[in-house]
């Protein structure tokens, strides 16, 4: 069943985000994948996360399709123009990827090479009004295309939005659910209480997946609460981390626990990011039985 399917006949849907590597050797990424291979629905591949320079979403996809394993291809507005990334989409079509997520691009000033030029030319829903009308079979000229491509397509929701931003953010949600997104993934939860408030406001259907983020140390998770815009992480999660004498498993139960509870709330699905750890996803699956 593919993504698509499963989005729309209600199943819990398993991703999980693999990072293209920095360099041209795609061994590792492979390797770490097939060890999930049948038990995630699709793999996220991430388009230069947090700006730091990797091989491209789209190449990763290629690459993936290649070896069987169904992709959600990320496009980004940071760093192509309209051309670009109306050319991107059209070759991801054509390649077979039948998954594709609007992402805006982390800010360019953090990353490795900060001396770059930001793009966007599009902002996020110029993006995705630009998908829309390449479903519809016409290019941002009006152009009629040699074949339209069709994708289920997803965008980012911003779970902890504060005040005033929260209203915004739901407005932005309607306008992209206007668009055709079928699924909406969101930044990494850890106070599920929190969230369950921030579901109970939504008014739009949507299929929400939360980002569940393997931590990798009490000191991650610190830093993480103290100065990531959005993200809570409660005390009790890095005091629990502080004590265990298996830190790596602690945080492997910490993320398996959060996947079941989001399982339990009625979630269409969630995003598992291990940032570096995608050997450990498997253990992170067996230990959420999912």
């Not at 593919?2 to 590597?21: T, W």
């Not at 360019?108 to 793009?119: N, S």
């Not at 949600?173 to 850890?190: C, M, Q, S, W, Y």
């Not at 993200?231 to 005091?239: A, G, L, V």
């Amino acid at each position: 069943m593919s993504l698509q399917d499963r989005i729309r006949a209600g199943k819990f849907v398993l991703l999980g985000e693999f990072e293209p590597p920095k360099g041209a050797d795609f061994s590792g990424l492979l390797k770490n994948a097939l060890l999930t291979k049948g038990r995630l629905d699709a793999v996220v591949v991430p388009e230069m996360a947090n700006a730091v320079l990797k091989a491209s979403s789209l190449g990763g996809c290629a690459f993936f399709q290649k070896e069987g394993i169904e992709t959600v291809f990320q496009v980004c507005c940071r760093d192509r123009n309209r051309l670009a990334l109306q050319a991107d989409i059209l070759a991801a079509s054509a390649l077979g990827i039948k998954n594709i997520m609007a992402v805006p691009g982390d800010d360019i000033r953090f990353g490795d090479h900060p001396q770059a030029r930001t793009v966007n030319d599009l902002d996020l829903i110029g993006l995705l009004e630009t998908i829309h009308r390449l479903h519809e079979g016409r290019d941002l000229s009006g152009i009629e295309l040699r074949g339209a491509p069709s994708f289920c397509l997803g965008s980012t929701m911003d779970a902890g939005a504060p005040g005033g931003l929260l209203t915004i953010e739901m407005e932005n949600l309607k306008r992209k659910v206007d668009l055709g997104i079928e699924f909406a993934i969101t930044n990494p939860i850890f106070d599920l209480r929190r969230f369950d408030q921030f579901i109970k406001r939504l008014e739009v259907k949507i299929s929400v997946m939360p980002t569940v983020l393997l931590l990798k140390s009490a000191g991650m998770a610190r830093y993480i609460d103290r100065n990531v815009k959005g993200i809570s992480i409660p005390q009790e999660t890095i005091t629990r981390i502080q004590k265990a004498s298996d830190k790596v498993k602690e945080c492997v139960l910490i993320a398996a626990e959060t996947i079941a509870r989001i399982k339990d709330m009625g979630m269409a699905g969630v995003l598992i990011s291990t940032v570096g750890w995608e050997d450990k996803l498997p253990w992170v699956l067996d230990e959420a039985k999912v």
